[in-house]
C-alpha cells in the first residue's frame, strides 16, 4: 500500500509555486495600453478614439466568459464521471487550471508579448483567453490519468504542460505561421498526446484491483453530462474567440455551431448499432459529441463551407465512437496504455485530424472564393509571409500538426519519467479512482 499523504508535498507546492508567481508577476507583467488608465487614456489621444466601447475589453470579454466556464464548469463537470472520484474530477481541475492559467500569463508572455526595451509583459483581455487555451492542454491530459495520480503530481503535469504548450505555440504559431484559432494541433492534439504518453510510462499492471471503482453510476454520468453540454454550448466562441476581427470570428462561431451538431447525430446512431438491444452508452454521449468542434479548431476560420463542416462533424463522430467502441480497449490491451476517460478519441485524434483537415482546406484555398484581400486577411501573408502560396501554407500547416503531436509525445515520456519517482504520494493500484485517498469524504450514500 503506497502512502497518499500529501500533508507537506501538496501545502509545500501550493504556496511554493504561488509565492515564485507573485514574485515573477511582480517582475515581469504590468497592464497592456488597454487596461492602464494612463496609458489608455493616451492611446484614446493618439488613436483619435472618443468611446471607451472601442476598448477589446468590450469585443473580447463576452468569448473569454465562455471560454472560462468551459475550462472550470466543462472540463471539470466532464471528469466526474466516475462512482467515486468526482471530488478529484472537478476539484483537482479547479486546482490545477488556477496554477496554470498564472504560469501561462509568463510562459505565453515571454514568448509572445515581451518588450525588448523594457523587458516587461503588458496583458489584456486575449492574454487571458490565451491562458485559458493553454492551460486546456495540460486538463485534457488529465484526462489520461484521472483517478491515479496524486494532485502534486497534477501540478507537475501542469507546470510542464503549461511549458512546453508556450514553446510548441510560439514554433507553430509564430516560426511555421500556422493559423489555428481554435487549437485543434496547438491545444487538442497536443493536449491529447501528451497525457497519453504520461499515462504509458505510468502504466498500471495491477489497475484491475481497482475495477469496482473505476465505473460510473446512474447520477455520476448525469453530472458529468452537465460538462458536456457546457463545452458543447460555448464551443463555438472557444474555437472563434481569437480569430479575425469580422468575417472570421463569425465564419468560426457558424462552422462549428454545425459541426457539432452533425457530430451528435452520428455519435448517437453508431452508439445505438454497436448494442445488440440498440441501447445508447452514456460514455459516447459525452464525449463523442463534442469531437466536431475539437476537428474543427483549425479549419473553422477559413472557407471550408456549411456543408463542409457537416461533413468534418459527420466523420468525427463516427471515428470517435469507434474509437471509445474499440480503439480504447485495444490500447489498453496491446499498448499498455490506459486512458481513463478516452482522450484519444475526443482529443488527440480529432486534433490530429482536425489539423490535416485545416492543411487541406488551406491548400484548396483560391482567390475566386477568398478574394486577393480575403487570403491575405485569413492567412496572414503579410511581412515575411507575404510571398507565401496556400499551397506552401498548407504544407506548413500539415507540419505544425506533426510537430504539436512531437512535442506532446516526447514531452509526456519525459513528464511521465519524473512522475515515476517514488515521493509525489500517488495511489496504490487497488486504491485508485477512490476521493478517499485525498479528500474529506461525508455523506451516506457513499459507503
Known sequence: MKNTNIRISLPAVCFVWQIAMIVLFGVFIRYDEESDVRKWIEFKVSHNITSDIENDFYFRYPSFQDVHVMIFVGFGFLMTFLKRYSFGGVGFNFLIASFGVQWALLMQGWFHALDPDTGKISIGVESLINADFCVASSLI????????????????????????????????????????????????????????????????????????????????????????????????SFNSAITDHGSGQHRAAINTYIALASSVLTTVAISSMSDKRGKLDMVHIQNATLAGGVAMGTAAEFMITPYGSLIVGFCCGIISTFGYLFVTPMMEKYLKLQDTCGIHNLHAVPGMLGGFIGAIV???????????????????????????????????????????????????????????????GDPSDDNCYDDEAYWEVRGLFYH
Open 141 to 236: 491530459a488529465y484526462g489520461a490519468l484521472l483517478g491515479k495520480v496524486s494532485p502534486v503530481q497534477l501540478m507537475v503535469v501542469t507546470l510542464f504542460g503549461v511549458t512546453l504548450f508556450a514553446v510548441e505555440e510560439y514554433i507553430i504559431l509564430s516560426l511555421l505561421h500556422c493559423r489555428d484559432a481554435g487549437g485543434s494541433m496547438v491545444i487538442h492534439a497536443f493536449g491529447g498526446y501528451y497525457g497519453l504518453a504520461i499515462s504509458w510510462v505510468l502504466y498500471r499492471p495491477n489497475l484491475n484491483q481497482s475495477k469496482r471503482l473505476s465505473g460510473s453510476t446512474y447520477h455520476s454520468d448525469v453530472f458529468a453530462m452537465i460538462g458536456t453540454l457546457f463545452l458543447w454550448m460555448f464551443w463555438p
Open 362 to 424: 488551406a491548400a484548396a484555398a483560391t482567390e475566386e472564393v477568398y478574394g486577393r484581400e480575403g487570403l491575405i486577411e485569413t492567412f496572414d501573408f503579410e511581412g515575411d509571409f507575404a510571398s507565401r502560396t496556400v499551397l506552401t501554407q498548407g504544407g506548413f500547416q500539415a507540419a505544425g500538426t506533426c510537430v504539436s503531436i512531437a512535442f506532446g509525445v516526447v514531452g509526456g515520456v519525459v513528464v511521465g519519467l519524473i512522475l515515476r519517482l517514488p515521493i509525489w
